[in-house]
């Protein structure tokens, strides 16, 4: 069973930092894509930062210049380093992950439980 465990959300002012992690557990052959997505209230959930298995990454215009995803594939981690927060960016973040449970299996795509970021004014 695969497992995407987040933490490191919280609150902070505006203008601070946070960086989220998340790691992939329990039966993990090999892992694709590592993906970031948000979603605050009222609104549909946005791709945030994504990063290949090669560290090719892209980002919401929304967050160029002020977060950077990254990953650890020997710990099956991707972070994503958040700074000159604003209150917009106040949302529920979600890591997934595109990742094939056991040699010979098809690849699924799996989500973790998320993680609250709420930024202050």
């Known amino acids: 069973q695969v497992q995407l465990v987040e933490s490191g959300g919280g609150l902070v002012q505006a203008g601070g930092s946070l960086r989220l992690s998340c790691t992939a557990s329990?039966?993990?052959?090999?892992?694709?894509?590592m993906d970031w997505y948000r979603q605050a209230p009222g609104q549909e959930r946005e791709l945030v930062a994504a990063?290949?298995?090669?560290?090719?990454?892209r980002y919401a215009d929304s967050v160029k210049g002020r977060f950077t995803i990254s990953r650890d594939n020997a710990k099956n981690t991707v972070y994503l380093q958040m700074n000159s927060l604003k209150p917009e960016d106040t949302a529920v973040y979600y890591c997934?992950?595109?990742?094939?449970?056991?040699?010979?299996?098809?690849?699924?795509?799996?989500w973790g439980q998320g993680t609250q970021v709420t930024v202050s004014s």
């Open positions: 997934a992950a595109e990742l094939a449970p056991y040699r010979d299996y098809p690849v699924h795509y799996y």
């Open positions: 329990g039966s993990v052959f090999s892992i694709n894509d």
């Open positions: 990063i290949t298995s090669g560290g090719y990454t």
